[in-house]
């Protein structure tokens, strides 16, 4: 079993993996359909998962419309319009802009949730970051940012919506419910705003495949669990790795540059993260 303190580094590796993959798959397809069906892949995936272990459904009875709402925003609204930035940015920039993340659900936890923290956790929320903004900075035209803004808030209000409103659901089942959740939202966003398309290519296949195993069912079944365990702020502190991260596998995948800021950075976000979780040994 994996130890609490390689939780966050885990999911933020996948995380991290998925801007790469995405990267890649978005010159074969347009990037609300890419999201569309990757969701809804996992979603189907999920359910054959859960059948198969005949897993109990009584958890899901009172607060499925609840997850449902918590994966559009998750799922759905973060990574359609994360995905459609990515036509224009590249994969460092967006993960700095979810790096925010936990900066906004933090401090919205400690006030809405009673989630409480130390001045070590804070000093953790600082150092994370500040390794953001040294590590990687973001330079781009104003309707990316208007798109990661929003993707952003899906992150952020969909983590501290499931926290509020399903806080004791099985993480693998949470999951397949939220997934269900940002199919249906990406699939409406594909049919509405844009003229879907796809060249079924090897690279659109793989990056599809990776996002949808290793992200949408193991990762976010990770952060579930890390969700449900940890609660809403040390769950969103792994997304001050998440920009470093990226910065290294884009940099070996996609040839992005990768500076000495960077390493910098993502040394500094990987302290605030420890800081963060070190309550966790405590408790």
């Given amino acids: 079993m994996l130890a609490w303190s390689s939780l966050p580094f885990c999911f933020a590796v996948l995380w991290a993996s998925s801007y790469a993959a995405a990267k890649i798959g978005l010159a074969d397809i347009t990037p609300f359909a890419f999201v569309a069906v990757r969701l809804a892949i996992a979603a189907l995936a999920a359910l054959a998962i859960l059948l198969a272990r005949q897993s109990a459904w009584g958890s899901l009875a009172r607060v499925w419309p609840h997850l449902l709402i918590g994966g559009a925003l998750v799922h759905g609204l973060a990574l359609a319009t994360a995905h459609a930035a990515l036509t224009s940015v590249d994969a460092t920039s967006t993960a700095l802009v979810h790096a925010v993340h936990p900066i906004l659900t933090a401090l919205v936890a400690t006030l809405a949730l009673g989630e409480q923290f130390r001045w070590w956790q804070w000093l953790g929320v600082a150092l994370g970051f500040l390794g953001v903004v040294i590590g990687v ?46 199919a249906l939202l990406a699939g409406l966003a594909t049919l509405t705003l844009e003229t879907p398309h796809a060249h079924w290519t090897l690279s659109l296949v793989g990056a599809l495949a990776w996002n949808t195993v290793f992200m949408s069912i193991g990762g976010m079944a990770l952060y579930n669990f890390m969700l449900l365990h940890y609660g809403a702020s040390r769950a969103a502190s792994c997304f001050f790795v998440v920009p470093g991260a990226a910065a290294l596998i884009a940099w070996v995948v996609l040839g992005e540059r990768l500076s000495s800021l960077t390493i910098i950075g993502l040394t500094a976000a990987s302290l605030g993260v420890a800081l963060v979780w070190w309550r966790s040994r405590q408790s």
């Fill in 137 to 182: 900075p973001l330079g781009t035209g104003t309707g990316p940012l208007v798109l990661l803004a929003l993707s952003l808030f899906g992150l952020s209000g969909g983590t501290l919506y499931l926290k509020r409103f399903c806080p004791k659901v099985p993480p693998f089942e949470a999951t397949m419910v939220q997934l269900v959740g940002g």
